[in-house]
């Protein structure tokens, strides 16, 4: 029968039927009121060039020369090699062992860890951490250049390493190969992983009141005039190529009180211990690295307001609760769960014993066990956010990207599978490059960010197919098209970073819908 006969019918009837499943059960009249599920995975701290440089038709390696590669000492002048990964390149505790005296002398170029023209350590093999903090990232992006990465790591060399990967290395190569890979989405905020889960849910910066006259007070960043640079210390190695920068101080706070490295949540589970003698559910706060809770407005505020459903699921999050041992754990210490992972635990509205934390922060499961029931049972909500547990986040220096590309990959699998899926947005991304290069600088905006370029795959039967959108997104871009979609208010970061991109002479931040196409 023709649909569009259906849909013509009387009005009594049309309503009884529901014009709502007319327009929805017939891809030619999908529009974005079709999409009912948005998925929101997120892994850590990749660059795009680091796993996606090969990837065809899009801005990658073939587009890297010795010109926009090379990197700059601290003085300005051009380093004759790479430093010397400081440490090794794998982790510690890894066999075969990548050492320190093995690395001496790379060429100022990206080099290839994973085959034989580099040092053919596989995906699966944990290397080790490198920076990846506020002030630091800044340094290393040099006004757009990326030509100071080696010069403001801890890891020497080991911010140019990249791996070959392609569809057989990798599932989600293979996985965006099939749907579309934006490769133009940056970071939504220097820096590291505290920071970038705060921008991925409120798009703001989290504020301590008064540090200055708070057990914080020792955390306040000591920066130079030009407010992206940090204050070197008098025994600061002049040359990359002879040891790690040192810094006056390095901290958690602006000089004005903002959170821009990792601070502990003030509710448990948090990586401060409760106050002696204080609530068992909350951290101490006379630690300096607790921050007060947060009041600021987030996307839960706005999805709750429009009574759209909406949850976070935290891998190993019940596990983090009955065991404070699982919390910050290393590879060693499985499962685990980083604390710093979970944003909404930083606010109020949030805090132990509201319905809204019950109704909201849930269990994901020791390897996303029960993220994956709800997914199999079409159970989630109409908004759903997912991190995986520790081991299977990508992270370097405590677990391989191989665990979690596997788990990502498996993840799709289940939601392709699942009773939602035929109205479902799935968008795979990193909250930061990791201290990972990129040949891409990223656009001016405000204080805050965006950040280096990082990989993002938009996956959905409204997907465009074997697409790579080359329009320009970052973190903040999946608030926006959550905020698109569901008729939601502007939050003000938002509003504040595409008036800064525009005053700076770019564009304001997409919002991932030309990543699909509702006519398929």
Not at 25 to 52: G, T
Request: proline share 7%.
């Amino acid at each position: 029968m023709n649909k569009k006969l259906v849909c013509a019918v009387p009005l009594a009837a049309l309503l009884a039927a529901s014009l709502y499943a007319c327009g929805s059960s017939d891809n030619n009249h999908a529009d974005l009121s079709s999409v009912k599920n948005v998925v929101v995975i997120y892994a850590e701290n990749r660059s795009f060039d680091n796993l996606y440089g090969n990837f065809p038709g899009a801005n990658g390696m073939q587009n890297v020369n010795a010109g926009n590669a090379r990197q700059l000492d601290r003085d300005g002048s051009v380093l004759a090699t790479l430093p010397a990964i400081w440490g090794g390149l794998t982790a510690k505790g890894v066999t075969p062992a990548v050492t320190e005296a093995m690395t001496v002398n790379l060429p100022n170029s990206p080099f290839v860890i994973d085959d034989a023209a580099g040092f053919d350590t596989p995906l699966s093999t944990t290397t080790r951490d490198l920076y990846h903090r506020f002030y630091e990232n800044q340094m290393q992006i040099d006004g757009g250049k990326n030509d100071k990465f080696a010069a403001w790591a801890d890891s020497g060399g080991l911010v140019m390493g990249r791996y070959n990967t392609n569809a057989d290395k990798l599932p989600l190569y293979k996985i965006a190969q099939q749907y579309a890979l934006a490769d133009n989405f940056f970071m939504g905020a220097f820096g590291g992983s505290f920071l970038n889960h705060q921008w991925l849910i409120c798009a703001c910066t989290p504020v301590y009141p008064n540090a200055d006259k708070s057990p914080a007070a020792s955390s306040i960043s000591a920066v130079d005039a030009d407010g992206v640079s940090l204050k070197l210390a008098s025994n600061s190695p002049a040359s990359a190529l002879t040891g790690i920068p040192k810094f006056a101080n390095s901290g958690n706070l602006t000089p004005d009180f903002f959170a821009i490295n990792t601070m502990q949540p003030p509710y448990q589970p948090s990586g401060n211990k409760p106050a002696t003698g204080g609530d068992a559910a909350y951290a101490d706060p006379s630690v300096a690295t607790t921050l007060p809770p947060q009041t600021q407005q987030h996307i839960g505020d706005l999805l709750n307001n429009a009574g759209i459903s909406w949850a976070w699921y935290g891998g190993s999050w019940g596990a983090a609760l009955a065991d404070p041992t699982v919390i910050n754990g290393s590879t060693n210490s499985v499962p685990n769960f980083q604390t710093h992972h979970q944003p909404f635990n930083y606010f109020a509205d949030l805090a132990p014993g509201t319905a809204s934390r019950a109704q909201h922060l849930l269990d994901g499961g020791t390897n996303g066990t029960a993220f994956i029931k709800a997914i199999d049972d079409g159970a989630l909500p109409q908004v759903a956010f997912y991190k995986p547990q520790g081991n299977l986040n990508e992270h370097a220096g405590y677990t391989d990207v191989a665990s979690g590309d596997a788990h990502i990959a498996d993840l799709i699998a289940h939601l392709q599978k699942s009773p939602q899926w035929k109205n479902m947005v799935v968008i795979v991304t990193y909250d930061e490059n990791g201290g990972f290069w990129d040949h891409v600088g990223p656009p001016k905006g405000d204080r805050w960010g965006p950040g280096t370029r990082i990989p993002a795959l938009v996956i959905s039967p409204y997907a465009k197919k074997g697409f790579v959108d080359h329009t320009q997104y970052d973190t903040t871009s999946i608030l926006r098209f959550i905020t698109h979609r569901f008729s939601l208010p502007t939050l003000p970061g938002l509003a504040s970073r595409d008036a800064a991109l525009v005053a700076n002479g770019g564009k304001a931040m997409g919002d991932l819908t030309n990543a699909l196409d509702f006519s398929q």
